[in-house]
């Protein structure tokens, strides 16, 4: 074949695929995909990390970094097909944050039906993180991702479900509600790394929100069992949160279950519609018996301001205070626990959505 006659080849070859993609958007013009995503990166500075200062460029901290693809066709004017595939990442060193998995996040398809709800099959977040987003400080962001060290043993830190089944109804009447199951997938040991959670949340009073959740988490003899309840109102000049949990996980013993209660509140108000300020305030109520004096008291404010609806900066601030043989470690990472009772981190950054 000549180099002018495969050159005219690729050429018919290119024209023709580019209008069948065009045929098909017209003929699915119900169907629709979107990319998005958000990128955050800035400078932490910590005063005790084992006794020493730090400035870190960190990223993924007002909230993490991910990008996504979410899609929708209406295949009946009531019925329409899902999916959702989204991955975090690290911006500063470009690794995979969530158990190195390319869609560690969420990855999920299901079904909706128009006025009833929902059902997604795959890999999600439990209802506790749902909590997160409607009443805890970080999904309010008044202090980040550096208060989620309190929530790691209540699951408000966005852990994920594998092979998990979830109902989720539409509201009715300002009421609805959801279940999530996650198979062990185990022949003859059905039981064994087996997860439930279910939540109800109302918001029929006009500004006002409350829900409740549970979620209870079957590995071998382990059995965790967390209860969580939140409020919010906006009163629109500024928004006010409460939460609450109790966590009791037997992995320890039945005889001295690990036990803990989390509360915390926030406000955050607007100064202008591009500034806002918040101030928020942890308690970690130590409940197991071996260690009921390892209470933790953080306190945070953050300022943030909006450049456009996408782009934001912000500067906060946390203090954290331990009782007893509590450990203080905002960050998370291994090597980095305050090695006294107090910790702060102070934080500045910028965020993108798209």
């Not at 200062?53 to 019925?79: A, F, H």
Request: with cysteine.
């Amino acid at each position: 074949m000549s180099e002018r006659n495969f050159l005219k080849k690729g050429i018919l070859f290119t024209s023709m695929t580019c209008s069948i993609f065009a045929i098909s958007g017209i003929s699915h013009a119900e169907s629709n995909v979107n990319l998005y995503g958000i990128i955050d990166a800035g400078i932490t500075f910590v005063n005790n990390q084992q006794g020493n200062v730090n400035y870190k460029m960190d990223s993924g901290v007002m909230q993490g970094n991910r990008w996504g693809l979410k899609g929708k066709e209406e295949l009946t004017p009531e019925i329409s097909a899902l999916f959702n595939i989204e991955g975090g990442f690290n911006l500063d060193n470009g690794n995979f944050p969530s158990d190195n998995k390319l869609f560690g996040r969420i990855a999920t398809a299901g079904l909706e039906y128009k006025g009833i709800g929902t059902i997604n099959f795959g890999r999600q977040v439990d209802y506790m993180d749902t909590m997160a987003g409607l009443y805890a400080i970080s999904g309010n962001e008044y202090a980040t991702t550096l208060t989620f060290r309190v929530h790691k043993r209540d699951r408000i830190d966005g852990q994920r479900l594998d092979n998990t089944i979830k109902l989720q109804s539409d509201k009715f009447a300002g009421l609805s509600g959801g279940v999530i199951l996650s198979l062990g997938e185990k022949a003859g040991d059905f039981g064994n790394n087996r997860a439930l959670s279910a939540m109800i949340d109302y918001s029929g009073i006009p500004n006002f929100n409350t829900s409740a959740a549970y979620t209870r988490i079957n590995k071998g003899l382990d059995k965790q069992n967390i209860f969580a309840g939140g409020m919010s109102y906006n009163f629109g000049f500024g928004k006010a949160n409460i939460l609450a949990t109790s966590s009791r996980d037997t992995s320890l013993s039945l005889s001295n279950p690990d036990r803990v209660n989390v509360y915390e509140i926030g406000y955050k108000h607007n100064v202008t519609p591009k500034l806002s300020v918040g101030i928020a305030y942890q308690y970690l109520d130590e409940k197991t018996k071996t260690k009921k004096s390892d209470d933790i008291n953080n306190f945070a404010a953050a300022i943030d301001y909006a450049f456009s609806k996408r782009t934001d900066a912000y500067l906060t601030a946390i203090i954290g205070k331990a009782k007893g043989n509590a450990v203080l470690n905002v960050t998370g990472v291994a090597g980095e626990e305050s090695d006294s009772n107090n910790q702060t981190a102070v934080r500045v950054g910028l965020r993108h959505k798209f």
